[in-house]
Nanobody
Framework: QVQLVESGGGLVQAGGSLRLSCVAS????????LGWFRQAPEKEREFVAAITWSGATAYGDSVKGRFTISRDNAKNTMYLQMDSLKPDDTAVYSCAAKPTGLALVTGYDYWGQGTQVTVSS
């Protein structure tokens, strides 16, 4: 069992930046893949970014060049640095975890509660 808690969401103007954090607890000894997803009202959940235990990363096309995912394995913490934010980035952002695998977009088993990010125009 893995518990994930996000923080760092808030209200920011377009063009601004936020950094989200996700702290994992429980069975954190495994080399989990960690990812960020987002969901806006009446929209489907969207893959944002993912990172493996060794540091390999993947990004959704809509955030490439603007968002940066990272992790500190010693602190069981994952980060999402969001720059050049747009109103379309407004959503609830959730972190997720799954055992190490090749597929980074799908197959996540554990989810955090989500943190709201609102970008004003």
């Amino acid at each position: 069992q893995v518990q994930l808690v996000e923080s760092g969401g808030g209200l920011v103007q377009a063009g601004g930046s936020l950094r989200l954090s996700c702290v994992a607890s429980g069975r954190t000894g495994s080399r989990y893949v960690l990812g960020w997803f987002r969901q806006a009202p009446e929209k489907e959940r969207e893959f944002v970014a993912a990172i493996t235990w060794s540091g390999a990363t993947a990004y959704g096309d809509s955030v490439k060049g603007r968002f940066t995912i990272s992790r500190d394995n010693a602190k069981n913490t994952m980060y999402l640095q969001m720059d050049s934010l747009k109103p379309d980035d407004t959503a609830v952002y959730s972190c997720a975890a799954k055992p190490t695998g090749l597929a980074l977009v799908t197959g996540y088993d554990y989810w955090g509660q989500g943190t709201q990010v609102t970008v004003s125009s």
